[in-house]
Nanobody, 115 residues
Framework: QVQLVESGGGLVQAGGSLRLSCVAS????????MGWYRQAPGKQRELVAV???????NYADSVKGRFTISRDNAKNTAYLEKTSLKPEDTAVYCC?????????WGQGTQVTVSS
């Protein structure tokens, strides 16, 4: 069983920065694709960024150039570096670990960007 724990959320002013972390238990992190998703109140969950086991990345158009996803396999941790934050980035951010047999979700961390 894989458990994911996110941290790093909080309240930040527009234009500020935050770094989210997602720590995974178990031994499959290095072969997994890691993704960050977000869900704002009243909206559907959306994919923000993804990084494959080989390090390839992809981003939602709304965050390109502002957010950076990375991973440290030695620490079983995925990161989401967020800069130039906007009020519309306010959401609960969850990480996802995907492998061939299925995927796992963290509980999420709240990010609130004030204007």
């Amino acid at each position: 069983q894989v458990q994911l724990v996110e941290s790093g959320g909080g309240l930040v002013q527009a234009g500020g920065s935050l770094r989210l972390s997602c720590v995974a238990s178990g031994s499959i992190f290095s072969i997994a694709t890691m993704g960050w998703y977000r869900q704002a109140p009243g909206k559907q969950r959306e994919l923000v960024a993804v990084i494959t086991s080989g390090g390839s990345t992809n981003y939602a158009d709304s965050v390109k150039g502002r957010f950076t996803i990375s991973r440290d396999n030695a620490k079983n941790t995925a990161y989401l570096e967020k800069t130039s934050l906007k009020p519309e980035d306010t959401a609960v951010y969850c990480c996802n670990l995907g492998v061939a047999d299925g995927d796992y979700w963290g509980q999420g961390t709240q990010v609130t960007v004030s204007s």
